[in-house]
């Protein structure tokens, strides 16, 4: 059984190593990290005004070097 397996169709915020956060179910996941999540978000912080932005993705898929932190939402 993979390490990562219980998250599995479950919804998800992931912090970037660029501190961009990205929400959605994850739909698969391996021993790498490297993730695929299904409806995402993506939410990132606006350099020049320093608002925080956010935008529909849809599928993605997610290296999992790039992967700081999973918090299960």
């Known amino acids: ?3 990562c397996e219980f998250l599995i169709n479950s919804n998800a ?3 970037l190593d660029d501190t961009r956060i990205l929400c959605g179910k994850i739909i698969l996941c391996d021993n790498h990290m490297n993730t695929v999540l299904a409806n995402s978000k993506e ?3 606006n350099v ?3 608002r ?3 935008r ?3 599928l993605c898929i997610i290296r ?3 992967i ?3 918090a299960i939402a």
């Open 13 to 15: 915020k992931i912090l």
């Open 48 to 50: 020049n005004s320093c």
């Open 68 to 70: 700081i932190s999973i």
């Open 64 to 66: 999992g070097q790039c």
């Open 56 to 58: 529909k993705i849809g």
């Open 52 to 54: 925080w932005e956010s």
């Open 1 to 3: 059984m993979r390490y």
């Open 43 to 45: 939410i990132r912080q």
